[in-house]
């Protein structure tokens, strides 16, 4: 069983950055890839960003890429995505998740654990 535990959400204006972290529980966390997911209201559920393992391989989507970088601390059991130049597009609520295997995977199903989610807004 995983534990993931999102922070660092908050209101911020566009152009602004913001860093999330996902705490994970277990002494595993080293042996999985990360993802980060987000959700606007009425829309289903992107992928944004993954790490492999080692943190070595890290993929992001086309709106991500350029503006979020994705970083993990093994020895913390924890998972970082810094946002830079936000947009209001930007907003939604911005979920980790515990990869499968060890490597990154660009969509939901590679994720078996899923944290309770961190609200962004990026103001106009």
């Known amino acids: 069983q995983v534990q993931l535990v999102e922070s660092g959400g908050g209101l911020v204006q566009a152009g602004g950055s913001l860093r999330l972290s996902c705490a994970a529980s277990?002494?595993?966390?080293?042996?999985?890839?990360m993802g980060w997911f987000r959700q606007a209201p009425g829309k289903e559920r992107e992928f944004v960003a993954a790490?492999?393992?080692?943190?070595?391989?890290?993929l992001y989507s086309d709106s991500a890429k350029g503006r979020f970088t994705i970083s993990r601390d093994n020895a913390k059991n924890t998972v970082y995505l810094q946002m830079n130049s936000l947009k209001p597009e930007d907003t939604a609520d911005y979920y980790c998740?515990?990869?499968?295997?060890?490597?990154?995977?660009?969509?939901?199903?590679?994720?078996?654990?899923w944290g309770q989610g961190t609200q962004v807004t990026v103001s106009s």
């Open positions: 998740a515990k990869g499968r295997g060890r490597t990154v995977v660009p969509n939901i199903w590679g994720y078996d654990y």
């Open positions: 277990g002494r595993t966390f080293s042996s999985y890839g």
């Open positions: 790490i492999g393992m080692s943190g070595g391989s890290t």
